[in-house]
């Protein structure tokens, strides 16, 4: 463990990088093998908008970067949050909580928080205007979201207290996670089932993407399923009856147009339908 946490606190940059590009071509691969639905089209066209948010998330990222070692280095030299005022925890419970303890913080609450807001649903609908879910939606965030995303991690690294090496390790394992559940892969309903009782699987999650009310409003994990059974907002539907996108903003063109992406938020908000209105 202290290898591992080591090599997480000093990794390169370009070994995040290639996790970034070997998690999207893995899941890229299987997708053509396994797919859960053979969509009509042209799989580098839609990926364009999808690789462009996912350049901007890098920048923003990489821009405030210095705040999360900053802050990440003040709670290990002042032993401040959670992790770090429990006693006589092993190296590897300490690890596992702080990657468990930032899911919630930079993920399922943030995530949680940007559909109850309104202003912020209106930033966050640029991930939800995907009409064709696949792994490359995994990182369709707007820059706004990308800062709100920003903003929660560095309040987990905080309240959790975790050092830079165990926020490095989250981050990595919250891009795998995410890219995993985004993929338009068909597993076994039984493996998918079993997986979704600790993580977040893919049929768990693109329950979260189909187009209307309740089912937008649940599944909000990114790693940890469990985030969702606590808080009552885990759901289950039939992955056949699955629709993605937006009820409230229906044109796939528009949502397929990186200009028209990043005014996306700024249009008049505009209420969800919910099932069975």
């Known amino acids: 463990m202290e290898e591992l946490l080591e090599y997480f606190r000093t990794i390169p940059s370009l070994h995040r990088s290639l996790i970034l590009v070997g998690g999207v071509s893995f899941f890229w691969m299987l997708e053509g093998v396994f797919p859960l639905f053979k969509f009509n089209y042209k799989k580098w066209k839609h990926a364009w908008p999808n690789f462009f948010f996912t350049f901007t998330t890098i920048l923003v990222n990489f821009g405030l970067a210095f705040l999360l070692v900053q802050s990440a280095d003040w709670v290990e030299a002042n032993n401040f949050g959670i992790i770090n005022w429990i006693p006589n925890l092993s190296l590897g419970l300490y690890a596992f909580l702080g990657v468990f303890l930032l899911d919630f913080f930079g993920a399922y609450l943030a995530h949680f928080v940007e559909h109850k807001v309104k202003p912020l649903w209106m930033v966050h609908l640029v991930h939800h205007t995907d009409h064709k879910v696949d792994t490359t939606t ?77 089912y937008t409003d649940s599944n909000y994990g990114n790693i940890f399923s469990v985030w969702d059974r606590l808080f009552g907002t885990y759901m289950t539907m039939d992955r056949a009856d699955l629709v993605y996108g937006v009820d409230t903003f229906p044109d796939e063109k528009t949502n397929s147009n990186v200009k028209d992406l990043l005014q996306q938020p700024f249009h008049k908000y505009r209420k969800p339908t919910t099932l069975g209105d």
Request: aromatic share 12%.
């Open 138 to 214: 995994a990182n369709r965030h707007h820059p706004i979201e990308s800062v709100i995303r920003f903003v929660f991690t560095l309040f987990g690294v905080f309240i959790v207290g975790t050092p830079i090496a165990i926020v490095m390790l989250y981050q990595s394992l919250s891009l795998i996670a995410t890219q995993f559940s985004h993929a338009n892969i068909k597993l076994p309903k039984n493996v998918d089932k079993w997986i979704s009782y600790v993580l977040v699987s893919p049929d768990m999650h693109k329950i979260h993407h189909h187009y209307v009310l309740p």
